[in-house]
C-alpha cells in the first residue's frame, strides 16, 4: 500500500490546481478540471460504479455494499484545488526515506531546508517515510492526499471483500481554498446520510467544530487637496482606515489567539488620500460572540461617519460559513464512529476545533453533516509542507474501518 500511495499521490501533486479567487469561473482553474478527468478515468479503472462529472468539475462515485446488512450510506469528500498563498505550478515532491530527525535538505541551490529547530513538529516522524517540497513550491497534500487516501481505501475495499461495508460515495470538489468548494455541490445527487472530509492534518485529528466566519470589504472616501492648501479641506482617507483598525481589540487578532478564541483579521489595506479600502475575515466558534464582533466592527464605523461625515466609510458585510458542531451534534454517532476506528488501529484521536473552514462547515448546513479527519500532513500551504507517507497508510485505514464499523452496527 505504501508505495502505490506515494505514486498516487505525486500523480496528482504535478497537476497545478491552484485556485482563483479572483475568477468567478467554477472551477476557477483549468488544472482542477485536468485532475477532475484524471480521476474519472482512474475510478472507472478501478472499478467504481456511478462515475460521474459535472460541467463545474465535481466528482462523484460508488463502491457498492457487499452486504446485505441496513447500513447508511457513508460520503468521503476531498477537494481538488491547492491554496492561493503559494504557488503549485512545477511541483516536484521529494521523498526522504526514515526520516532521521536531521534537517531536510530541500533545495541545496536555495538554501532552502526544513529544520527541527524551526519545526519541533519533525522530531515526532523519526524513521517515516516522508514527502516534501523542493523549496520552490506547496506540496499540494492539502488536500491531494486526501484525495490519495481516499481513491486507496476504495481499492483495498475492493480487494477485499471479507471486509464489509455498506454504500459508499465518494466526491472530488474544486475550489475549496477560496470558500467556493459547496457553492455547486449537489447534496441531492450525492445521496449519502453523512460523509467525511478527508482534510485534517496531523495524525489523529477528528474535527467537527469550525469557526462561524464573515467576511468584510470596507471603503474609506477621501478628499485630496494640494498639500500647500489643504488646510480644513483635505480629508484621508489613510488615516481615518488607521483609525478604525486602531479601534479594534489589538489582542483579538490571529497572531495572539488560540483554541477557541476568535479574531477580527486585517488581510489587506491599500489606498491613498482619495481612496482606501480594507479586508477583514471575522471568526469566533461562539454564534453569540460572532454576531458581537460583526456589531463592534458596525458600530465602528458609525461612529466614523458621525464624526467624518455620513458615507465616509462603507461595510459590505457577509457571512461565509457557521460552525458545523450545530448540524453534526444531533448526529454526534458519526464522529463517535470515527472516534472509535481510530482508537482500534491504535491511533489516539485529537478532537479539537477547526481555526478555519472545510468543505463541511457548510454542507452541514446544506443537509449533509460532515466532520473531519486526518491526512497526516504539516505546514500546508507553504513551501516546508510535508507529509507522512506512513500516516497516509493509516488514515486509508481509518477510512475503511469506518466502512467497516458502520457495517458491524447494521442490523
Partial sequence: MKENIINRFISYAVVDTQSNESNSECPSTPGQLTLANLLVEELKEIGMAEVTIDENGYVMATLPANTDNKVPTIGFLAHLDTATDFTGKNVRPQKTEKYDGQNIVLNKDLHIVLSPKEFPELKNYVGHTLLTTDGTTLLGADNKAGIAEIVTAL????????????????????????????????????????????????????????????????????????????????????????????????????????????????????????????????????????EDRKNTLQAIIHELNEKYGANTVKLDLNDQYYNMREKIEPVKEIVDVAYQAMENLGITPIVQPIRGGTDGSQLSYMGLPTPNIFTGGENFHGKYEYISVDNMVKATNVIVEIARLFSERGE
Avoid at 466526491?171 to 481554498?177: I, L, S
Wanted: proline share 5%; net charge negative; aromatic share 12%.
Fill in 155 to 290: 481499492i483495498y475495499l475492493k480487494e477485499n471483500p471479507d471486509i464489509k461495508h455498506g454504500k459508499i460515495r465518494v466526491a472530488f470538489t474544486p475550489d475549496e481554498e477560496i470558500g467556493r468548494g459547496p457553492h455547486k455541490f449537489n447534496v441531492e445527487a450525492f445521496d449519502a446520510d453523512f460523509a467525511y472530509t478527508v482534510d485534517g492534518g496531523p495524525l489523529g485529528e477528528l474535527q467537527y467544530e469550525s469557526f462561524n466566519a464573515a467576511g468584510a470589504k470596507i471603503t474609506v472616501s477621501g478628499t485630496n487637496v494640494h498639500p500647500g492648501t489643504a488646510k480644513g479641506k483635505m480629508v484621508n482617507s489613510i488615516k481615518i482606515a488607521m483609525e478604525l483598525q486602531n479601534r479594534l481589540p489589538a489582542n483579538e487578532a490571529p497572531e495572539f489567539t488560540e483554541g477557541y478564541e476568535g479574531f477580527y483579521h486585517l488581510l489587506s489595506f491599500e489606498g491613498d488620500v482619495e481612496e482606501t479600502k480594507l479586508s477583514y475575515i471575522i471568526r469566533d466558534f461562539d454564534r453569540s460572540s460572532f
